[in-house]
């Protein structure tokens, strides 16, 4: 059963940067598309990022797209999401998740317990 752990939030000022980290156990990581989400109280649950097995096939939400930057290291058993030039809105708890397609969030079966960002002066 392969697990995500999530790192890398924390408090962070406007026009900063996060790296945040999905870190995979259990086996058979290469095989999996890993994507970001994040959530804010009051909202839905919103997809930020995805990449693709085997072929490093990458997506963003519009609202992230140039700030944001996904990467694996599939030695590392580890999916990354750079976090640039960040904005108030990007407060959320953000997930990874395995097993889905995309941005979408209820095509996911495995997901991590979630790191919080706050990006605030």
């Known amino acids: 059963q392969l697990q995500l752990v999530e790192s890398g939030g924390g408090l962070v000022q406007p026009g900063g940067s996060l790296r945040l980290s999905c870190t995979a156990s259990g086996g058979g990581f290469t095989l999996y598309n890993i994507g970001w989400f994040r959530q804010s109280p009051g909202k839905e649950r919103e997809g930020v990022s995805a990449?693709?097995?085997?072929?490093?096939?990458?997506e963003y939400a519009d609202s992230v797209k140039g700030r944001f930057t996904i990467s694996r290291n599939n030695a590392k058993n580890t999916v990354y999401l750079q976090m640039n030039s960040l904005k108030p809105e990007d407060t959320a708890v953000y997930y990874c998740?395995?097993?889905?397609?995309?941005?979408?969030?209820?095509?996911?079966?495995?997901w991590g317990q979630g790191t919080q960002v706050i990006v605030s002066s």
């Open positions: 990449i693709s097995r085997y072929t490093i096939i990458t």
């Open positions: 998740a395995a097993g889905g397609t995309g941005l979408v969030p209820r095509t996911y079966s495995i």
